[in-house]
């Protein structure tokens, strides 16, 4: 038993670090009643999807960052009060937003911060508020689509996505491997199997 948690721990940590910006929007309706797509496509289908927005991903990309941009967030100074915050299903703290990433639905095993007077940039925590990964906006954030990239604490691209909106986006690792997309609150793999949930504000 002490194994499969490890394992499934291992796997929501690796899988969190695609996760977006977007999921720092209110997003809870869709005006016209669209619904999800993804599970009514077939495999081909979702398969050319993917590959669409692989190439818009990774053309010209940059592998690394200067570390020295992260110093002062490789520990968030608000730790107990983000994740009292989190627990108590508190997303936004007026100057900054909470998102929440669960292992099994309940286990928190990161968070992300935006901080509104830093739009450009998400800071990703693990469950004790040390850095983990930093999210990286090109593009307009308040304007879809957008794209961002993801680094890890010692500045290595480990991640990008695509944002189609608030509630829907596309992620992949460094490698250009599909990881899932993300609509509302949950993560759908290539075959649209639910693999994943976030709480969004």
Known sequence: MVIIMKQ???YAIFALIFILTASFSKAKTLTGEVELDWPLLNQKERNETINYYRNLLFGDIQEKI???QITDYKKDPNVRINRRALKEDIRNLGERELAG?????????IYGV???NDKDNIYY???LGGLKYIDIIKGNHDKFPYIAYQYNNKGK????SYYISEYDQYVFDEDGD???RWYFEKLYDKKAKEIMTRKLP
Do not use: H, N, P
């Open 8 to 10: 499934a721990l291992k």
């Open 66 to 68: 200067d570390i020295g």
């Open 101 to 109: 990433f669960y292992l099994f639905g309940k286990i928190l095993v």
């Open 114 to 116: 935006k901080y509104l």
């Open 125 to 127: 925590y693990d469950a």
């Open 157 to 160: 691209l480990v991640g990008a």
């Open 178 to 180: 599909f990881k899932g």
